[in-house]
């Protein structure tokens, strides 16, 4: 162990390094219930401090550094003062991956980030799970949060006061393309586009589809996803405010593509594919069929199969 290393734990509480991964929630019918973690990460150095500071790099440093409206520190702040204790000041270095408003869980990415910096440097005393509990109740909806925490694909439920959530791994041949717009949009805006009611036949449509997508995401099943993927609750209501969508949605279950969805709530576009080897030939189609819409970003990704890593002096939080 260096001598900084040394001087920082006899100093008080040490250091904790965050790891968390991007989401891509919903994937079709599962509203607020299903979700995949990315292999993106937004990435945390923290460590106590006489005053607030935050040295930031990756995507949106302007938003991820500012001391001014950062989610990070209010959640942080918040958190310990709704538990009576006072916010330590924190030296953070912060790599963030996760494109900002782009249905891509970066929000939730921040608060669980900000709960886990809290229950450490506050010695709130929670484990994992604790965690968990918190930022889904910040989030208000267990999807991101808990394919953040947990990893693999994920179903989760939450009343207000009980998270009940299952991980498990997707197939590691499985990969995953997300398809960013040149301009993110805000979470709330795109809620307030859906319907206040629903017809019997459009849940029920989404309730099977949930059922099926979750055991072909289990069984690796791939020939059932375009269908288990398609949804008649939020991306109908939304294709108008993006894009991309339905531009995108015509590619499901052809060459290599299992699957199409909003990714979250948009207006990025998630694409499951059956295997690496098509990707090339399939980002050519990508781009020639959106290639009217303006300039897009096109992420290559693995399924995150592994659960976020919270590390104190290279110990994981229990």
């Given at each position: 162990?260096?001598r900084?290393?040394?001087?920082?734990?006899?100093?008080?509480?040490?250091?904790?390094?965050?790891?968390l991964?991007?989401?891509?929630?919903?994937?079709?019918?599962?509203?607020?219930?299903?979700?995949?973690?990315?292999?993106?990460?937004?990435?945390?150095?923290?460590?106590?401090?006489?005053?607030?500071s935050?040295?930031?790099?990756?995507?949106?440093?302007?938003?991820?550094?500012?001391?001014?409206?950062?989610?990070?520190?209010?959640?942080?702040?918040?958190t310990?003062?709704?538990?009576?204790?006072e916010?330590?000041p924190?030296?953070?270095?912060?790599?963030?991956?996760?494109?900002?408003?782009?249905?891509?869980?970066?929000?939730?990415?921040?608060?669980?980030?900000?709960?886990?910096?809290?229950?450490?440097?506050?010695?709130?005393?929670w484990?994992?799970?604790?965690?968990?509990?918190?930022?889904?109740?910040?989030?208000g909806?267990?999807?991101?949060?808990?394919?953040?925490?947990?990893?693999?694909?994920?179903?989760?439920?939450?009343?207000?006061?009980?998270?009940?959530?299952?991980?498990?791994?997707?197939?590691t041949?499985?990969?995953?393309?997300?398809?960013?717009?040149?301009k993110?949009?805000?979470?709330?805006a795109?809620?307030?586009?859906?319907?206040?009611?629903?017809?019997?036949?459009?849940?029920?449509?989404?309730?099977?589809?949930?059922?099926?997508?979750?055991?072909?995401?289990?069984?690796?099943?791939?020939?059932?996803?375009?269908?288990?993927m398609?949804?008649?609750m939020?991306?109908?209501?939304?294709?108008?405010?993006?894009?991309?969508?339905?531009?995108?949605?015509?590619?499901?279950?052809?060459?290599?593509?299992?699957?199409?969805?909003?990714?979250?709530?948009?207006?990025?576009?998630?694409?499951?594919?059956?295997?690496?080897?098509?990707?090339?030939?399939?980002?050519?189609?990508?781009?020639?069929?959106?290639?009217?819409?303006?300039?897009i970003?096109?992420l290559?990704?693995?399924?995150?199969?592994?659960?976020?890593?919270?590390?104190?002096?290279?110990?994981?939080l229990?």
């Amino acid at each position: 162990m260096t001598r900084q290393a040394i001087d920082e734990q006899t100093a008080g509480v040490a250091p904790l390094h965050l790891r968390l991964p991007a989401t891509s929630a919903n994937l079709g019918p599962g509203f607020d219930t299903l979700a995949i973690a990315l292999n993106f990460y937004l990435e945390i150095h923290a460590r106590e401090a006489d005053a607030f500071s935050i040295n930031a790099s990756g995507r949106n440093p302007e938003v991820c550094g500012s001391l001014e409206r950062n989610l990070l520190l209010d959640v942080y702040r918040k958190t310990l003062a709704a538990h009576q204790r006072e916010a330590t000041p924190l030296a953070l270095d912060v790599a963030n991956g996760i494109p900002l408003g782009m249905g891509c869980g970066s929000s939730a990415a921040v608060r669980l980030a900000g709960v886990a910096l809290a229950a450490h440097f506050g010695q709130l005393g929670w484990d994992r799970e604790g965690i968990l509990d918190e930022a889904t109740k910040l989030e208000g909806h267990p999807d991101n949060v808990v394919a953040c925490s947990m990893g693999g694909f994920v179903a989760g439920c939450w009343d207000g006061i009980k998270l009940r959530a299952v991980s498990f791994p997707v197939p590691t041949a499985w990969q995953a393309l997300v398809v960013l717009p040149e301009k993110p949009l805000a979470t709330v805006a795109s809620r307030a586009m859906l319907p206040p009611t629903y017809n019997r036949a459009d849940v029920v449509a989404n309730l099977q589809r949930v059922a099926v997508l979750t055991a072909a995401f289990a069984t690796g099943r791939g020939e059932y996803i375009a269908e288990a993927m398609r949804d008649r609750m939020h991306q109908p209501y939304r294709s108008k405010f993006c894009p991309l969508l339905p531009r995108l949605l015509p590619l499901s279950g052809s060459d290599n593509i299992l699957g199409v969805a909003l990714s979250g709530a948009g207006p990025a576009v998630l694409l499951l594919v059956q295997s690496s080897d098509a990707i090339e030939s399939i980002e050519a189609r990508i781009r020639q069929v959106v290639s009217e819409l303006g300039p897009i970003e096109i992420l290559r990704c693995e399924i995150e199969n592994q659960p976020a890593k919270m590390l104190s002096d290279a110990l994981p939080l229990p």
